[in-house]
Nanobody, 129 residues
Framework: QVQLVESGGGLVQPGGSLRLSCAVS????????IGWFRQAPGKEREGISC????????YYADSVKGRFTISRDNAKNTVYLQMNSLKPEDTAVYYC??????????????????????WGQGTQVTVSS
């Protein structure tokens, strides 16, 4: 049974940092890409980052590029999202998700929820002073 569990969310001041973790079980992390999404109240779920399997190529949405870093530790079956220089507009529930196997080792060119197969339950990130 495939499971993804996010952790590391919380309340942080603007300009601060958080590191989110996505622990996966039920499959070997190195075989499939993993994406991070977020959803703010009243907004659609937004794909913000993805890391491929194999070479570990990365993708970032413009809204987080230069501030967020995605990485994976296959030995720990965990994907991380390091978030720096956080802004109030980063406030959202953050989710990790497995990219559909139809994409092979690669992240989709457009990171959308339909490109995924399994989701975690999400972790709340609140950026506020």
């Amino acid at each position: 049974q495939v499971q993804l569990v996010e952790s590391g969310g919380g309340l942080v001041q603007p300009g601060g940092s958080l590191r989110l973790s996505c622990a996966v079980s039920g499959f070997t992390l190195g075989y499939l890409p993993i994406g991070w999404f977020r959803q703010a109240p009243g907004k659609e779920r937004e794909g913000i980052s993805c890391i491929s399997s194999g070479h570990g190529n990365t993708y970032y949405a413009d809204s987080v590029k230069g501030r967020f870093t995605i990485s994976r530790d296959n030995a720990k079956n965990t994907v991380y999202l390091q978030m720096n220089s956080l802004k109030p507009e980063d406030t959202a529930v953050y989710y990790c998700a497995v990219i559909r196997s139809s994409y092979g080792n690669n992240c989709p060119k457009v990171l959308i929820p339909d490109a995924t197969s399994y989701w975690g339950q999400g972790t709340q990130v609140t950026v506020s002073s």
